[in-house]
């Protein structure tokens, strides 16, 4: 991959690109729930909610590009859960299948010491193979199935649960 690939923190200006790229993906009901786009002015709290040194909101470029984003969320929002986050990577249709996806999670999975995170989630439909596939190649294991809980054009979708240690617990006190 070109050394010029970047994650960096996103700002309000991203917010339309980053709007963009996830409404691009929703006609192929592969990734996301949501059934039609959503806008800007929906996604603000959404943007707002991510805290940069606790659940960072990046955008991806390649080549002075947006290519896309990855995001850290809050599990539950409980704080026993405090050390746990979900990670969301969305990528623009041109900059699919050439390995950027693979770099976001690594980049997450690296970052999560400095977030003070000790498990990551990944929640991906039954169907979205690809997507099951690359988390586990990065060592995330299926800790969940929550079966038929999606329904998408007439047709009843698993969400898988993947999940990944990446802090142990005697780093914790």
Request: with cysteine; net charge neutral; hydrophobic share 40%.
């Amino acid at each position: 991959m070109d050394h010029s690939l970047q994650f960096r923190l996103a700002s309000l200006e991203d917010l339309p690109r980053i709007v963009e790229i996830y409404n691009s993906t929703i006609a192929s009901r592969m990734v996301t729930a949501d059934t039609s786009p959503v806008s800007v002015e929906s996604r603000l709290a959404w943007f707002h909610d991510h805290i940069p040194d606790k659940r960072p909101l990046f955008v991806i470029t390649l080549d002075d590009q947006t290519a896309g984003w990855l995001s850290f969320q809050s599990f539950y929002g409980r704080p026993a859960y405090n050390k746990t986050a979900e990670i969301s990577i969305y990528l623009d249709d041109s900059f699919r299948g050439k390995g950027l996806g693979g770099l976001a999670i690594q980049k997450a999975i690296d970052l999560c010491p400095s977030l003070n995170i000790a498990t990551i989630l990944g929640f991906v439909f039954g169907h979205n193979v690809p997507s099951i596939k690359l988390f586990e190649k990065f060592g995330f294991e299926r800790w969940g199935n929550l079966q038929k809980i999606a329904l998408l054009d007439g047709i009843e979708r698993d969400l898988i649960i993947l999940g990944k240690r990446v802090i142990h617990e005697n780093r914790f006190k």
